[in-house]
């Protein structure tokens, strides 16, 4: 527990030049996302309503004349990490961010894509290990700076969902057997909408959101790792879910097991992302915000992925006026989404802040919880 708060420094062209001895001459902005419903069913093909959020990555970069990748981060927690483009990269140690880059770019060049050594320096405002996928973020970003160091149109002429694809698959490579659902929610996301996303093959459906919801991330600053536990707790419930799909698939399983309940949560959770979609469309968000507490109920008792905290941060929401609210991501810490009608954004955000922070983190900033809305996936953006 406990995030570390590092200072940033200064989000300027002007810090890449000290670093790298000339400006950037692009920059890449991947958004973060958050999940809105359907946790822990991505990796068993079964769809999800994420959407890409207004807060991300953005990596400023220059392209190299050698296959050269130099990485730096404008956090003072991720060091400075160098390595060749190539198929086969040694990793770093487990945990190191360094590995999210080397993900990407040994991804393109084992799919045979173009792409090319450049320096970068890295910028994020999302809370990292929080479950708003600020390393798939990461992921994207480097795809993207490489592929566009190359000379490749960014995003990719085939469209964003080959590329959301290749790179679920390469994110393997740090560690977290993920499903597909970060990468497509980064690369297709679009602005004031969520994101039906279904698998196998990958499709994207955009739905609008209301204007009148407001959907508010709240951290519960309780680090989920996607490298440490988190990651094994992860690891291991893909493997109960493909056995347990497995098995069910021969014959039943047996009464009161664990296998049953993870199963149980697949389905149940995967009825709610169908009946969640309508009431998104219908502008029903009493009825969207109850489908909610019903996932966050079955991730805590049935999927055995929640922690006393979110637990708490998710009654905190409900008794700030939330129509619903549930952990996001992964879980085991990071973040809770709750859904909060539009007018009283600011008035929930501080009764919150009174009824949750006050108590159980007492020294956090006004940043640990935040509206979010729908933004468009990743992108060229301008260099400042
Ligand atoms: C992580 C993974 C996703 C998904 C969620 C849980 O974010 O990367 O693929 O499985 O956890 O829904």
């Not at 708060?5 to 670093?19: E, H, K, N, Q, V």
């Not at 769809?47 to 970069?61: E, F, H, S, Y």
């Amino acid at each position: 527990m406990g995030r570390s708060r590092a200072p940033r420094a200064p989000l300027t062209s002007g810090g890449f030049r000290d670093l790298f001895g000339a400006p950037p001459s692009f920059a890449v902005h991947a958004p973060g996302r958050v999940n809105l419903i359907g946790e822990h069913v991505d990796y068993a093909g079964r769809p999800v309503l994420p959407m890409a959020i207004d807060r991300g990555v953005t990596l400023r970069a220059r392209p190299r004349n050698d296959m050269h990748v130099r990485l730096a981060n404008t956090h003072s927690r991720f060091g400075e990490r160098e390595f060749d483009v190539g198929p086969s990269i040694p990793p770093s140690p487990a945990g190191d961010w360094g590995n999210f880059a080397k993900a990407a770019v040994q991804g393109l060049a084992r799919a045979g894509l173009p792409s090319s050594g450049f320096d970068g320096l890295v910028s994020s405002n999302l809370p990292p290990a929080a479950g708003l996928s600020s390393s798939s973020a990461l992921v994207v970003a480097v795809a993207l700076a490489s592929l566009a160091a190359a000379g490749e149109p960014v995003p990719p002429e085939a469209g964003p969902l080959p590329l959301a694809s290749l790179l679920a698959r390469a994110e393997h490579y740090a560690g977290a057997r993920g499903g597909g659902m970060d990468q497509a929610a980064i690369l297709a996301g679009r602005r004031g909408r969520a994101l039906r996303v279904e698998f196998d093959p990958l499709r994207v459906h955009a739905v609008p959101v209301p204007g009148d919801w407001s959907f508010v991330v709240a951290d519960s600053l309780e680090t989920a790792e996607k490298t440490g536990r988190a990651r094994e707790v992860y690891n291991a419930r893909r493997l109960e879910v493909e056995r347990a799909l497995a098995v069910a698939g021969e014959g039943s399983l047996p009464r009161g097991s664990v296998a049953r309940r993870r199963l149980r949560h697949v389905e149940s959770e995967t009825a709610r992302v169908g009946r969640a979609e309508r009431a998104l469309l219908e502008g029903d968000a009493a009825a969207f915000g109850r489908l909610m507490v019903s996932s966050h109920e079955s991730l805590r008792d049935d999927f055995e992925v929640s922690t006393p905290r979110l637990d708490g941060l998710v009654e905190a929401a409900l008794d700030a006026g939330a129509s619903g609210a549930r952990l996001t991501g992964a879980g085991l810490g990071g973040c809770i989404v709750a859904l909060v009608p539009a007018s009283t954004t600011a008035e929930f955000l501080s009764r919150l802040h009174a009824g949750w922070y006050e108590r159980h983190a007492p020294s956090s900033g006004r940043d640990s919880a935040f509206a979010v809305s729908a933004a468009e996936g990743a992108r060229i953006v301008s260099v400042d």
